[in-house]
């Protein structure tokens, strides 16, 4: 037998390495809680990084009670607004589309993104639904990039959020309530709460095996080339496995991180918009979150946030306490 001289390099969790098909980030799951009816997803824009000061509130820590400097994440997270509400039911093959309602009014910008019926009476269409078996009731919600002044663009972003808690009618009409209308950060999440981020992560294109997977350079005396691949293994089979370390995409895959604590939610940005701005991303006009620690993705991309479907840590009845939040300019960091 061969002798094994070291570990495989690079994780093949997320293989294939493709480009993501679109920017925003898709969720498969969703928790079940107990608390409700509400929404359990919201998203923003990912604004920048800085630090702050904060009494430790997790009690195992060894400076748990004393004063200690944390990195933040700031979130842009101006308004959403409901477009539809999707119904599904259970079927022996998973769950089941059985019908949507959509809002009667829908921004212009809309338009942009999908085409939209001018005459559409939404009471007329929720009496189709009246006798249909319902399991699942979720929201098609668009954010609001033109109140974004960081954010060029003005086509919505459109995208799934499920409604949970309490029993399937009251789901019903709580999402019967929201359809047409604007919901808040605050809808979601508390400060203090825990969420899961997901994002499209920061491209960098076609980069060799070195940089892909963390494979050791070749020695200086080898022929032609350092950064190629010793071998692509032995002549039986005749094809190349796809444990060997190749070239292709590094980044732009969409990545999910798992319970990040809610700082603070605030309603004014100017509060904590940073002196000269943030780097490539300018102030915060709307209301924004701050996340402890760090979320996938670059400035400017779309966030993604829902209720934590492996919730670990404590909750806290009251939200931390932040003593000082860094307002320096990162113009030279």
């Given amino acids: 037998m061969p002798n094994k001289r070291r570990p495989i390099r690079g994780s093949k969790a997320f293989s294939p390495r493709k480009r993501a098909k679109r920017p925003v980030p898709r969720l498969d799951s969703w928790p079940e809680i107990s608390n409700g009816p509400k929404i359990q997803g919201f998203a923003g824009y990912k604004a920048g990084m800085t630090h702050a000061l904060l009494v430790d509130y997790r009690p195992s820590s060894n400076t748990s009670g004393q004063e200690v400097q944390v990195p933040i994440t700031v979130i842009e997270v101006p308004p959403m607004k409901v477009a539809a509400v999707r119904l599904y039911e259970?079927?022996?093959?998973?769950?089941?589309?059985?019908?949507?309602?959509?809002a009667s009014t829908l921004d212009p910008d809309l338009r942009r993104k999908l085409p939209i019926p001018k005459d559409y009476d939404s009471n007329k269409a929720w009496e189709k639904y009246n006798a249909v078996t319902v399991d699942e009731v979720r929201i098609l919600a668009y954010t609001q990039p033109r109140l974004v002044s960081g954010v060029p663009k003005k086509v919505c972003d459109l995208m799934e959020i499920r409604v949970g808690g309490g029993t399937i009618q009251e789901r019903l009409e709580y999402a019967k309530s929201l359809l047409g209308k604007e919901i808040k950060i605050t809808d979601f999440v508390k400060e203090g709460g825990m969420v899961d981020v997901s994002a499209i992560t920061k491209g960098k294109g076609f980069?060799?095996?070195?940089?892909?997977?963390?494979?050791?350079?070749?020695?200086?005396k080898n022929s032609k080339h350092r950064r190629l691949v010793g071998t692509l293994g032995p002549k039986r089979p005749g094809y190349v496995r796809p444990t060997v370390p190749q070239a292709g995409q590094v980044g732009y895959h969409q990545r999910t991180e798992f319970n990040k604590r809610v700082l603070k939610i605030g309603?004014?940005?100017?509060?904590?918009?940073?002196?000269?701005g943030f780097l490539h991303y300018g102030k915060v006009a709307n209301p924004y979150i701050l996340l402890h620690g760090t979320v996938p993705g670059p400035t400017k991309r779309l966030i993604r946030l829902r209720d934590p479907v492996r919730p670990i840590g404590i909750e806290l009845k009251e939200p931390p306490t932040l003593t000082y939040i860094s307002l320096e300019s990162k113009q030279g960091v």
């Fill in 90 to 102: 259970n079927t022996a093959y998973g769950l089941r589309t059985v019908g949507e309602v959509w």
């Fill in 207 to 220: 980069q060799g095996a070195v940089k892909r997977w963390g494979i050791k350079l070749l020695s200086h």
């Fill in 267 to 276: 309603d004014n940005g100017t509060d904590i918009t940073p002196k000269g």
